[in-house]
C-alpha cells in the first residue's frame, strides 16, 4: 500500500483522494492536497455534473479534525463548471459546506462537544481559541437553521416523549393547525 493510501485510510476520506502531503509547524499541522473524487466537477446546487470552465489557482483551505493531536488542514483550488441548469459556478467540495472553512465532520464535532461541556473545554479538545469556537458554533447552527424556519404558526401543542428505554427525554413541539413537528 503507498503512502498517500495508507494516510487516506487512517484519516476514513471518503469524498476525496489525497495528492501530496507534508508536515509544517515542527510536524504540529498534517498539511494534505487533496482532490474530490472522480475529479468532481459536481454542481453544488442540483449534483449534476459540469463542464470545466477555468481551473481556478486559488488555494483554498480547510481544517479538519485533529490527529492525535495534530491540526490537519486540506488544500484544493476548486474548479469553476457550467452546469447544464445553474450556469456558472464554483464545483461542489464534498468535504464542506460552501463558504466554510472547516470539513463536515470537524463541524460535527463541534457540535457534539459543545452538547456536553462548556465551549472552553471544547476548545481546549479542539486546539481552538474559544471565540473560534463560538463563531463556528453560532454559524453551523444559523445555517442549518435556515432552511427550517417557523412562520406563521397559530396554534401550539407540546408532548414529552421518552427514548432509549426511558433514560432520555424530549419535548416535541407541534403547529397544530398544519399538523407539522416543528
Ligand atoms: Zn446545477
Request: charged share 30%.
Amino acid at each position: 500500500m503507498s503512502n498517500l493510501k495508507l494516510l487516506s485510510k487512517i484519516l476514513r476520506l471518503k469524498t476525496m483522494r489525497i495528492t501530496h502531503f507534508c508536515f509544517k509547524n515542527r510536524e504540529k499541522e498534517l498539511h494534505l492536497a487533496v482532490k474530490p473524487y472522480k475529479n468532481g466537477c459536481r454542481c453544488p446546487k442540483c449534483g449534476r455534473r459540469g463542464r470545466i470552465k477555468r481551473h481556478t489557482t486559488e488555494l483554498r483551505r480547510w481544517e479538519d479534525l485533529t490527529l492525535m493531536g495534530m491540526k490537519t488542514m486540506f488544500w484544493y483550488a476548486p474548479k469553476e463548471i457550467l452546469c447544464p441548469t445553474h450556469g456558472r459556478v464554483q464545483e461542489e467540495i464534498p468535504w464542506a459546506p460552501s463558504y466554510s472553512r472547516i470539513t463536515y465532520r470537524l463541524e460535527w464535532r463541534i457540535c457534539a462537544l459543545c452538547q456536553i461541556m462548556t465551549q472552553k473545554a471544547a476548545a481546549e479538545i479542539l486546539k481552538m481559541a474559544p471565540s473560534t469556537v463560538s463563531g463556528l458554533l453560532h454559524r453551523i447552527i444559523n445555517r442549518v437553521r435556515d432552511g427550517h424556519k417557523i412562520r406563521g404558526v397559530k396554534t401550539l401543542g407540546a408532548d414529552e416523549i421518552s427514548f432509549l428505554k426511558g433514560r432520555k427525554f424530549a419535548t416535541l413541539v407541534y403547529d397544530l393547525d398544519r399538523a407539522r413537528v416543528l
